[in-house]
């Protein structure tokens, strides 16, 4: 019987074969590795010129004349349910937030009412509101907390407000502000973008931006700064392309990207 010998599925490759020695095939070639990328200090980005007093009073000046009496967008009936309408649109929108609470709120406009409700009630009444299930347990958490503290009372000041649950510095200030009248600075996204973007109040997070807005703005404009600048950054310097052609203080804002279009100047 002849000698059958077993083939190599690849032995020219300089694979090693079923014998175990290597084929005396060619070597693959050596594949010279990639260069570096020269590394160095990166560029800070080149910082923007500041406002003077005189420019920030005359954007104000210009929302005021546009809009004299801004309100916000979240339908309530007394500070209480404002209150709940703001911690409610953590991570919504006012149109999501309206929509649920005119069902929630002719049931329940107070503290009170809102625990007679029940947790299980309230959370089917939001659930088109995302993080509904927490929101829900933060809603009956902060109405039984008014309750045993401060007599079913929404409290008039920042700390006592921050104590309650789902309730944050910037939910404080739209509650003091709206509500109350003070003349706080709440900054959400719109506002956030607009302050960097602007150049009007740059800072890396929301506290830097309300402190330097409040370095800057005149007094007798603080009231309704933070609705003008939400509504402009709602509607006007939106976050994917701004709209500078129609923007009030384009020739006052210093990004550097800004339409080509945007106006020239305004009747001051």
Same mark, same amino acid.
């Given at each position: 019987m002849a000698k059958v010998t077993t083939k190599s599925a690849v032995s020219s490759k300089g694979l090693i074969t079923p014998s175990g020695r290597k084929s005396p095939g060619k070597s693959a070639p050596k594949v010279s590795a990639k260069p570096k990328a020269k590394t160095g200090p990166l560029? +800070?980005?080149?910082?923007? +010129? /500041?406002? =003077?007093?005189?420019? !920030?009073?005359?954007? &104000? =000046?210009? &929302?005021?004349? *546009? $809009?004299?009496?801004p309100k916000g967008e979240l339908e309530h009936i007394n500070p209480y349910t404002l209150l709940v309408a703001v911690a409610l649109s953590a991570q919504a929108t006012d149109v999501g937030v309206n929509k649920a609470t005119r069902n929630l709120f002719p049931l329940a406009d107070t503290p009170q009412k809102m625990l007679e409700l029940g947790e299980d009630r309230v959370r089917e009444l939001i659930k088109t509101i995302g993080l509904y299930r927490n929101k829900a347990r %933060? !809603?009956?958490?902060? =109405?039984?907390? #008014?309750?045993?503290?401060?007599?079913?009372?929404?409290?008039? %000041?920042?700390?006592?407000?921050?104590?309650? /649950?789902?309730?944050?510095? +910037? *939910?404080? %200030?739209?509650? #003091? %502000?709206?509500? &109350?009248?003070?003349?706080?600075?709440?900054?959400?996204?719109?506002? &956030?973008?607009?302050? $960097?973007r602007t150049g009007l109040a740059p800072g890396k997070n929301p506290l830097e931006v309300e402190l330097g807005l409040e370095r800057i703005i005149p007094s007798e404009f603080k009231r309704h700064a933070h609705h003008w600048l939400i509504l402009h950054g709602r509607y006007t310097c939106i976050a994917r392309k701004p709209l500078c052609e129609r923007c009030i203080i384009a020739d006052l804002c210093r990004w550097p990207e800004k339409s080509a279009l945007a106006v020239s100047g305004q009747p001051d």
């Open positions: 560029k +800070k980005p080149k910082a923007l +010129k /500041p406002w =003077s007093e005189a420019e !920030v009073t005359k954007a &104000f =000046s210009r &929302f005021r004349r *546009t $809009n004299p009496e %933060n !809603v009956i958490a902060l =109405s039984e907390k #008014l309750l045993a503290e401060y007599g079913g009372e929404v409290p008039r %000041n920042r700390e006592a407000l921050e104590t309650l /649950p789902g309730v944050g510095r +910037k *939910t404080a %200030n739209v509650v #003091l %502000n709206i509500a &109350f009248g003070e003349p706080t600075i709440a900054v959400d996204t719109h506002l &956030f973008r607009v302050g $960097n």
